[in-house]
């Protein structure tokens, strides 16, 4: 994904919020995304504090053999110890 900038990426990223907000336990499957630029990857990371900071359940699905998923999301879990990660 590459958009220009992290407010392009709130907007991608709307539903997800919004399901964030009501509580809802979410699961977002990224293994498919080769590629996430630093918008994308700071507009992921909002996603990560959102939940923390409603209590929501965020898992992260995600594929070890895409490189910047596997250095990613290991800094993200730094955000929230309530994140969860499948590989």
Do not use: C, H, Y
């Amino acid at each position: 994904m590459r958009l220009p900038t992290p407010a392009a990426f709130e907007q991608a990223f709307a539903p997800i919020a919004a399901g964030i907000d009501r509580g809802e336990s979410l699961r977002v499957d990224i293994s498919g995304v080769p590629f996430m630029n630093s918008s994308g990857i700071r507009a992921l990371a909002m996603l990560v504090l959102r939940a923390r900071d409603r209590g929501a359940r965020l898992r992260l699905a995600s594929s070890a053999s895409v490189p910047w998923q596997r250095k990613t999301l290991a800094s993200l879990q730094g955000l929230s110890r309530d994140l969860e990660i499948e590989s």
